[in-house]
Protein backbone atom coordinates (compact mmCIF):
# COMPACT_ATOMS: atom_id res chain seq x y z
CA UNK A 1 0.00 0.00 0.00
CA UNK A 2 0.78 3.31 -0.87
CA UNK A 3 2.66 5.15 2.24
CA UNK A 4 1.18 9.06 1.25
CA UNK A 5 -2.00 10.58 1.53
CA UNK A 6 -2.62 13.53 -0.77
CA UNK A 7 -5.91 15.38 -1.74
CA UNK A 8 -7.83 13.87 -4.55
CA UNK A 9 -8.08 17.10 -6.69
CA UNK A 10 -6.97 20.57 -6.81
CA UNK A 11 -7.60 23.75 -9.04
CA UNK A 12 -5.22 26.85 -9.60
CA UNK A 13 -5.77 29.97 -11.80
CA UNK A 14 -3.05 30.30 -14.35
CA UNK A 15 0.33 32.31 -13.27
CA UNK A 16 -0.54 31.17 -9.40
CA UNK A 17 1.86 29.43 -7.30
CA UNK A 18 -0.07 25.64 -7.10
CA UNK A 19 0.47 24.47 -3.69
CA UNK A 20 0.21 20.55 -3.29
CA UNK A 21 -0.13 18.72 -0.47
CA UNK A 22 0.99 15.35 0.77
CA UNK A 23 0.97 13.49 3.82
CA UNK A 24 3.45 10.85 5.02
CA UNK A 25 3.30 9.99 8.43
CA UNK A 26 4.83 6.98 8.75
CA UNK A 27 8.16 7.60 6.72
CA UNK A 28 11.08 6.10 7.72
CA UNK A 29 14.71 7.43 8.19
CA UNK A 30 15.84 6.13 4.91
CA UNK A 31 13.01 6.82 2.77
CA UNK A 32 13.23 9.83 0.24
CA UNK A 33 10.44 12.00 -0.55
CA UNK A 34 9.70 11.79 -4.76
CA UNK A 35 7.30 13.33 -6.74
CA UNK A 36 6.26 12.78 -10.28
CA UNK A 37 2.94 14.01 -12.29
CA UNK A 38 1.24 12.42 -15.17
CA UNK A 39 -0.32 14.29 -17.94
CA UNK A 40 -2.90 12.52 -19.68
CA UNK A 41 -1.82 9.19 -20.57
CA UNK A 42 1.74 9.88 -20.61
CA UNK A 43 3.98 7.77 -18.92
CA UNK A 44 4.56 9.37 -15.07
CA UNK A 45 7.59 12.16 -15.54
CA UNK A 46 9.70 12.76 -12.58
CA UNK A 47 9.73 16.48 -10.85
CA UNK A 48 11.81 16.41 -7.73
CA UNK A 49 12.74 14.31 -4.64
CA UNK A 50 14.29 15.41 -1.11
CA UNK A 51 15.22 13.51 2.34
CA UNK A 52 14.96 16.01 4.38
CA UNK A 53 16.27 19.74 3.25
CA UNK A 54 13.94 21.75 1.10
CA UNK A 55 14.88 21.20 -2.37
CA UNK A 56 14.25 23.51 -5.85
CA UNK A 57 15.13 22.86 -9.14
CA UNK A 58 14.04 24.66 -12.25
CA UNK A 59 10.13 22.83 -12.46
CA UNK A 60 9.20 23.37 -9.20
CA UNK A 61 10.13 23.65 -4.89
CA UNK A 62 9.93 20.75 -2.18
CA UNK A 63 9.30 21.67 1.19
CA UNK A 64 9.65 19.12 3.57
CA UNK A 65 8.54 19.70 7.38
CA UNK A 66 10.97 19.22 9.91
CA UNK A 67 9.42 15.77 11.55
CA UNK A 68 9.36 14.56 7.72
CA UNK A 69 5.50 13.49 8.33
CA UNK A 70 4.56 16.09 5.31
CA UNK A 71 5.72 17.92 2.64
CA UNK A 72 4.34 20.31 0.07
CA UNK A 73 5.22 20.71 -3.98
CA UNK A 74 5.55 23.69 -5.22
CA UNK A 75 5.00 25.53 -8.56
CA UNK A 76 5.64 28.47 -8.60
CA UNK A 77 3.96 29.73 -12.02
CA UNK A 78 1.40 27.52 -12.82
CA UNK A 79 0.52 27.42 -16.22
CA UNK A 80 -2.65 24.86 -18.36
CA UNK A 81 0.47 22.83 -19.49
CA UNK A 82 0.78 21.93 -15.47
CA UNK A 83 -2.85 20.18 -15.62
CA UNK A 84 -1.75 16.63 -14.57
CA UNK A 85 -2.00 13.91 -11.75
CA UNK A 86 0.67 14.74 -9.67
CA UNK A 87 2.31 11.30 -7.15
CA UNK A 88 4.01 12.09 -4.04
CA UNK A 89 6.16 8.83 -3.45
CA UNK A 90 7.96 7.44 -0.31
CA UNK A 91 10.89 5.80 -1.61
CA UNK A 92 13.37 3.53 0.25
CA UNK A 93 16.93 3.46 -0.61
CA UNK A 94 17.30 0.18 0.61
CA UNK A 95 15.81 -3.25 -1.07
CA UNK A 96 14.62 -2.65 -4.82
CA UNK A 97 14.16 1.03 -4.32
CA UNK A 98 10.76 0.46 -6.15
CA UNK A 99 8.28 2.89 -6.02
CA UNK A 100 4.54 2.63 -4.52
CA UNK A 101 2.39 4.89 -6.29
CA UNK A 102 -0.94 6.28 -4.81
CA UNK A 103 -3.89 7.67 -5.91
CA UNK A 104 -2.22 10.88 -6.43
CA UNK A 105 -3.76 14.54 -6.55
CA UNK A 106 -5.86 15.95 -10.09
CA UNK A 107 -4.22 19.80 -10.40
CA UNK A 108 -6.55 21.44 -12.84
CA UNK A 109 -4.80 24.80 -14.00
CA UNK A 110 -7.83 27.50 -14.69
CA UNK A 111 -7.23 30.19 -17.57
CA UNK B 1 19.66 11.03 -25.43
CA UNK B 2 17.31 8.77 -26.21
CA UNK B 3 14.39 8.00 -23.62
CA UNK B 4 12.87 4.76 -22.59
CA UNK B 5 10.87 3.70 -25.49
CA UNK B 6 8.13 0.59 -25.81
CA UNK B 7 6.36 -1.03 -27.94
CA UNK B 8 3.83 -1.38 -29.09
CA UNK B 9 2.36 1.42 -27.92
CA UNK B 10 -1.02 -0.06 -28.31
CA UNK B 11 -1.79 -3.93 -28.54
CA UNK B 12 -5.74 -5.23 -28.86
CA UNK B 13 -5.78 -9.25 -28.79
CA UNK B 14 -8.16 -11.61 -27.95
CA UNK B 15 -8.82 -13.41 -24.46
CA UNK B 16 -6.32 -16.78 -24.32
CA UNK B 17 -3.88 -15.02 -27.41
CA UNK B 18 -0.41 -13.94 -26.30
CA UNK B 19 1.21 -10.59 -26.65
CA UNK B 20 4.71 -9.62 -25.79
CA UNK B 21 5.40 -6.27 -24.86
CA UNK B 22 9.36 -4.88 -25.64
CA UNK B 23 11.24 -2.30 -23.30
CA UNK B 24 14.49 -0.43 -23.96
CA UNK B 25 16.27 1.37 -21.36
CA UNK B 26 18.22 4.21 -21.66
CA UNK B 27 21.66 3.43 -22.47
CA UNK B 28 23.80 2.53 -19.76
CA UNK B 29 20.96 2.27 -17.18
CA UNK B 30 21.09 -0.77 -14.75
CA UNK B 31 18.11 -0.62 -13.17
CA UNK B 32 14.96 -1.78 -15.57
CA UNK B 33 11.55 -1.81 -13.55
CA UNK B 34 7.67 -2.88 -14.92
CA UNK B 35 4.87 -0.49 -14.06
CA UNK B 36 1.24 -1.43 -15.13
CA UNK B 37 -2.23 0.67 -14.32
CA UNK B 38 -5.21 -1.51 -14.83
CA UNK B 39 -8.67 0.67 -15.68
CA UNK B 40 -9.49 3.17 -13.00
CA UNK B 41 -6.64 1.83 -10.25
CA UNK B 42 -3.75 3.21 -9.42
CA UNK B 43 0.13 2.13 -11.31
CA UNK B 44 1.15 -1.18 -9.66
CA UNK B 45 4.41 -2.31 -9.75
CA UNK B 46 5.34 -6.04 -11.55
CA UNK B 47 9.27 -6.11 -10.96
CA UNK B 48 12.46 -4.94 -11.26
CA UNK B 49 15.68 -5.99 -13.21
CA UNK B 50 19.26 -5.10 -12.23
CA UNK B 51 20.89 -5.94 -15.57
CA UNK B 52 19.75 -9.15 -16.58
CA UNK B 53 19.04 -10.21 -12.97
CA UNK B 54 15.01 -9.98 -10.95
CA UNK B 55 15.35 -8.17 -8.05
CA UNK B 56 11.98 -8.29 -7.43
CA UNK B 57 9.41 -9.85 -8.93
CA UNK B 58 7.09 -9.13 -5.85
CA UNK B 59 4.12 -7.04 -7.84
CA UNK B 60 3.54 -9.96 -10.95
CA UNK B 61 0.28 -10.87 -10.78
CA UNK B 62 0.41 -14.53 -11.61
CA UNK B 63 2.13 -17.05 -13.51
CA UNK B 64 0.73 -15.94 -16.97
CA UNK B 65 3.28 -13.00 -16.84
CA UNK B 66 6.89 -13.32 -18.00
CA UNK B 67 9.25 -11.22 -17.92
CA UNK B 68 13.22 -11.03 -19.60
CA UNK B 69 15.80 -9.44 -20.09
CA UNK B 70 18.20 -11.32 -21.67
CA UNK B 71 22.12 -9.67 -22.07
CA UNK B 72 20.85 -6.82 -19.32
CA UNK B 73 20.18 -4.61 -22.16
CA UNK B 74 15.85 -4.19 -23.69
CA UNK B 75 13.25 -6.37 -21.24
CA UNK B 76 10.26 -7.98 -22.85
CA UNK B 77 6.99 -8.70 -20.76
CA UNK B 78 4.88 -11.29 -21.95
CA UNK B 79 1.53 -12.33 -21.34
CA UNK B 80 0.34 -15.90 -22.16
CA UNK B 81 -2.42 -16.29 -22.26
CA UNK B 82 -4.22 -13.23 -21.96
CA UNK B 83 -7.51 -12.79 -19.65
CA UNK B 84 -9.54 -9.74 -20.21
CA UNK B 85 -8.23 -8.15 -16.46
CA UNK B 86 -4.89 -7.52 -18.29
CA UNK B 87 -6.05 -4.68 -20.19
CA UNK B 88 -4.38 -2.09 -18.84
CA UNK B 89 -1.41 0.55 -19.99
CA UNK B 90 2.12 -0.87 -19.34
CA UNK B 91 4.90 1.27 -18.25
CA UNK B 92 8.01 0.70 -18.30
CA UNK B 93 11.49 2.72 -16.88
CA UNK B 94 14.91 2.57 -15.95
CA UNK B 95 17.44 4.51 -13.77
CA UNK B 96 21.01 4.15 -13.52
CA UNK B 97 22.66 2.43 -10.51
CA UNK B 98 22.33 5.05 -7.59
CA UNK B 99 19.30 3.96 -4.89
CA UNK B 100 18.71 6.96 -4.85
CA UNK B 101 17.97 7.82 -8.73
CA UNK B 102 15.11 9.28 -10.34
CA UNK B 103 13.10 7.30 -12.81
CA UNK B 104 13.03 7.41 -16.97
CA UNK B 105 9.33 6.21 -17.60
CA UNK B 106 8.57 5.22 -21.25
CA UNK B 107 4.95 6.52 -22.88
CA UNK B 108 3.24 2.90 -21.71
CA UNK B 109 2.07 0.42 -24.02
CA UNK B 110 -1.33 -0.16 -23.85
CA UNK B 111 -2.70 -3.50 -23.94
CA UNK B 112 -6.70 -4.04 -24.72
CA UNK B 113 -7.92 -7.45 -24.44
CA UNK B 114 -11.13 -8.38 -26.22
Known amino acids: DAKTTQPPSMDCAEGRAANLPCNHS???????VYWYRQIHSQGPQYIIHGLKNNETNEMASLIITEDRKSSTLILPHATLRDTAVYYCIVRSTLGTYKYIFGTGTRLKVLA | EAGVTQFPSHSVIEKGQTVTLRCDPI?????LYWYRRVMGKEIKFLLH????????ESGMPNNRFLAERTGGTYSTLKVQPAELEDSGVYFC????????????FGEGSRLTVL
Open chain 1, 26 to 32: TISGNEY
Open chain 2, 49 to 56: FVKESKQD
Open chain 2, 27 to 31: SGHDN
Open chain 2, 93 to 104: ASSQGSNTGELF
